[in-house]
Nanobody, 126 residues
Framework: VQLVESGGGLVQTGGSLRLSCAASGRPVSTYGMAWFRQAPGKERDFVAAISRSGTSTYYADSVKGRATISRDNAKNTVYLQMNSLKPEDTAVYSC????????????????????WGKGTLVTVSS
């Protein structure tokens, strides 16, 4: 599967963005999906995940209550809605896919993931 992210950009503190991850090659419904982010000079961090079934989601504490991950199998796309953005949310956001685990499994580490997109840059100005 190939993954392409979009929707990043420059936004002010308190603003919102919706990131998209478009999959091609295989149905995104066959993968557990996750978003990760990497800020300049820092390691890549987990942000959010959604199971293959779409019924289970999991969020990092840093974005809980501000982020929503969702999937549209008809469009073969996974989304990450980010609200109340903060300067510390500035990072390259990447989506990733895995075939591991059950229908309800939510991947949470980079090691869980098999396929990666190249990322989209989100910059939050103060």
């Amino acid at each position: 599967v190939q993954l392409v992210e979009s929707g990043g950009g420059l936004v002010q503190t308190g603003g919102s963005l919706r990131l998209s991850c478009a999959a091609s090659g295989r149905p995104v419904s066959t993968y557990g999906m996750a978003w990760f982010r990497q800020a300049p000079g820092k390691e890549r961090d987990f942000v959010a995940a959604i199971s293959r079934s779409g019924t289970s989601t999991y969020y990092a504490d840093s974005v809980k209550g501000r982020a929503t991950i969702s999937r549209d199998n008809a469009k073969n796309t996974v989304y990450l809605q980010m609200n109340s953005l903060k300067p510390e949310d500035t990072a390259v956001y990447s989506c990733a896919a895995t075939r591991q685990g059950s229908l309800w499994y939510t991947p949470r580490t980079s090691d869980d993931m098999e396929y990666w997109g190249k990322g989209t840059l989100v910059t939050v100005s103060s």
